[in-house]
């Protein structure tokens, strides 16, 4: 690579360093110009993509000769249209592109970040809920009827006991925290940080969607067209990628990581380090979701589609719809 390069110039050169710096500089200057441009589409700023964010931050891309440009696209079914328009390279909207695939888009899902949810139920004592018992006739917030944290919260409500279709009322809000923290919901579905703030508010915890459902939540979608014709540009781009992922697991990055999630959306001091163990407790090790997040995966888009020809596919046909992991196991095998 050009980097690679440029060391072994300047240690053939070491004795001359005003030569070296204004090589370093033209290099700098060449190897910018010389990289290619990777378009990352992004529904929305989200802790679940850190591996993501560390690589870009990290220069992991850098190093693979590449000039990542974020792309915000609201709604991840639009991010998903793009990348099979070929508008971009890659969306983290995984959620929704695997079910855009699963629904007849060639794309797929090429490494999973977080294969656990990163929500709460949440709800106001004020309001009168004080604890799951609470629940019944209430109102629970989600972004949006039909989306990932309305079947969640259906999840949730079936693991408590009660009939989501009857017993309360599963309401689309959009923006979770503002409608919880205005009081027009009894109870919501929230991710650290805001669970630390609802706790600072008196707002009381009621379950975690975890305990209820496992399904992938976020990661790395690509085109099938991309992966077979520009395997090794995909391969160059995971790697770097898995690099963000193994560097955040990494204790001994602890301090480094939650400066970069900081980034990412800004959190109370008190929040930071609750924050990062939570995250660093539900993402993958390697890139691949686990056998139950797979299953409930399925459950719940059986649930979502209603067409005969996604209700005849099994399990691993589906899979293979939504799913391609063999550029990642080869990214695993090769030597860094």
Known sequence: MIRKALEGLAMVLGRAPVLVLSLSVLFCCWSYALAEEVLVAHPALTFGDIPYYIAREKGFYREEDFQVKDVYIRGGVTASQALQAGSVHFTLALGSG?????????????????????????????????????????????????????????????????????????????????????????????????????????????A??????????????????????????VRKFVKATVRGLKFFLD?????????????????????????????????????????RALADDWEISRIMFRKPEIQNLSRAQAEQ????????????????
Not at 140 to 163: C, F, M, P
Not at 322 to 332: A, G, N, Q, S, W
């Open 208 to 233: 975690y969607v975890g305990d209820a459902l496992q399904i992938p939540m976020s990661g790395l979608v690509s085109s099938e067209k991309l992966i077979r014709e520009r395997p090794d540009f």
């Open 251 to 291: 204790r001994k990055n602890e301090a480094e990581s939650i400066a970069m999630l900081n980034r990412v959306t800004k959190m109370e001091p008190e929040a930071a380090k609750p924050t990062f163990d939570f995250y660093h407790g539900i993402m993958t090790r390697e890139g691949f979701p686990s056998e």
């Open 98 to 206: 695997v079910r855009a695939a699963l629904s007849g888009l060639t794309i797929k899902a090429v490494m999973v970040y977080c294969d656990k949810p990163y929500h709460f139920l949440y709800a106001r004592p004020d309001l009168g809920v004080r604890g799951p018992q609470d629940l019944k006739g209430k109102r629970i917030a989600v972004t949006g009827l039909g989306s990932t944290t309305y079947y969640a919260a259906r999840k949730v409500a079936e693991h408590l006991g009660y009939d989501p279709d009857k017993d309360l009322l599963i309401v689309s809000v959009g923006d979770i925290w503002p409608a919880l923290h205005s009081g027009s919901v009894e109870s919501g579905l929230i991710r650290p940080p805001f669970t630390n703030m609802a706790e600072k508010l008196g707002m009381v915890k009621i």
């Open 321 to 336: 719809k939504m799913y391609d992991f063999r550029i990642l196991k080869e990214v695993l095998k090769s030597a860094w």
